[in-house]
């Protein structure tokens, strides 16, 4: 149980980290660890919270592709969960191992070096060829390999499957909006795992900060998309590599000087 429940202001500061970190490419996993981390008494039942929070930048993908996810096609919904196996696969059988992971921040410095080294290379990765037909299958599979190593804390979801498309030879646009319809069933059927396993720890004084959370993040979320892509088409991911090899740095530093 929470031994010491978040209050609005902390549950809006979360959605806020949540919904600028879910799709901007520096971690919102390893963000959210930090955050909860600094909050005296914090503590959850699993990742309830986190599962609240996520739901609101679902939505707000949800919102930001709607007119595209009212026409999809057949082949796209095909490849969308094509590539979300290899990260229902992870997920499932790795379960307690991730969930353990989010308990601490041991290994975030270096997991978030790793995701700085994704966003340079999204930037410095020379494209030979350019992709006009769009996304293959063996490239959705790729960039759900690349997803499901995200799993883990502290790697940019949207960072490494960006990478894992820019390496696969597609247009830069073309792969994160890929990325971002991707994101839904991903975001989704964690939530769906989660929520069943955790809805027995929801604490219903608590919905106030639930909502607050959620509202938070959903809109922070949707302005965060719009930034994405516009810093993918002008060659600013470099600047989401220099942060996070910034921050990284400096939580290892702390860690061995603590």
Same mark, same amino acid.
């Given at each position: 149980?929470?031994?010491? +429940?978040?209050?609005?202001?902390?549950?809006?500061?979360?959605?806020?980290?949540?919904? #600028?970190?879910?799709?901007?490419?520096?971690?919102?996993? =390893?963000?959210?660890?930090? =955050?909860?981390?600094?909050? +005296?008494?914090?503590?959850?039942?699993?990742?309830?919270?986190?599962?609240? *929070?996520?739901?609101?930048?679902?939505? =707000?993908?949800?919102?930001?592709?709607?007119?595209?996810? /009212?026409? $999809?096609?057949?082949?796209?919904?095909? /490849?969308?969960?094509?590539? @979300? $196996?290899? %990260?229902?696969?992870?997920?499932?059988?790795?379960?307690?191992?991730?969930?353990?992971?989010? &308990?601490? @921040?041991?290994?975030?410095?270096?997991?978030?070096?790793? @995701?700085?080294?994704?966003?340079?290379?999204?930037?410095?990765?020379?494209?030979? &060829?350019?992709?006009?037909?769009?996304?293959?299958?063996?490239?959705?599979?790729?960039?759900?390999?690349?997803?499901?190593?995200?799993? $883990?804390?502290?790697? &940019?979801?949207?960072?490494?499957?960006?990478?894992?498309?820019?390496?696969?030879?597609?247009?830069?646009?073309?792969?994160?909006?890929?990325?971002? *319809?991707?994101?839904?069933?991903?975001?989704?059927?964690?939530?769906?795992?989660?929520?069943?396993?955790? %809805?027995?720890?929801?604490?219903?004084?608590?919905?106030?900060?639930?909502?607050?959370?959620?509202?938070? &993040?959903?809109?922070?979320?949707?302005?965060?998309?719009?930034?994405? /892509?516009?810093?993918?088409?002008?060659?600013?991911?470099?600047?989401? =590599?220099?942060?996070?090899? #910034? /921050?990284? %740095?400096?939580?290892? $530093?702390?860690?061995?000087?603590?």
């Amino acid at each position: 149980m929470y031994t010491n +429940p978040v209050n609005l202001l902390q549950a809006a500061l979360l959605g806020l980290i949540q919904g #600028l970190t879910e799709f901007l490419p520096v971690s919102s996993s =390893a963000h959210l660890v930090l =955050a909860q981390s600094f909050i +005296p008494g914090f503590s959850q039942p699993g990742v309830l919270f986190d599962v609240v *929070l996520h739901g609101g930048t679902l939505l =707000a993908v949800l919102w930001y592709f709607r007119k595209k996810l /009212l026409t $999809i096609s057949p082949k796209m919904a095909g /490849l969308l969960v094509l590539g @979300t $196996i290899p %990260a229902v696969l992870v997920g499932y059988f790795f379960n307690d191992f991730l969930v353990g992971l989010y &308990s601490g @921040t041991k290994t975030l410095g270096y997991e978030l070096i790793l @995701t700085g080294l994704l966003c340079w290379g999204v930037d410095k990765w020379k494209v030979k &060829s350019d992709k006009r037909g769009g996304v293959s299958w063996w490239d959705s599979l790729v960039i759900g390999i690349f997803q499901a190593i995200a799993i $883990i804390p502290g790697i &940019s979801r949207s960072g490494a499957t960006i990478f894992g498309g820019i390496i696969r030879g597609i247009d830069k646009k073309e792969v994160a909006i890929f990325s971002f *319809l991707l994101s839904i069933p991903a975001i989704g059927g964690a939530m769906i795992l989660e929520g069943l396993s955790e %809805a027995k720890n929801v604490q219903f004084d608590l919905v106030p900060e639930y909502l607050v959370g959620f509202l938070v &993040s959903g809109v922070v979320g949707y302005l965060s998309i719009g930034i994405l /892509l516009r810093f993918i088409v002008e060659n600013k991911f470099k600047y989401f =590599a220099y942060y996070c090899w #910034l /921050l990284g %740095a400096g939580i290892i $530093i702390l860690q061995v000087r603590g």
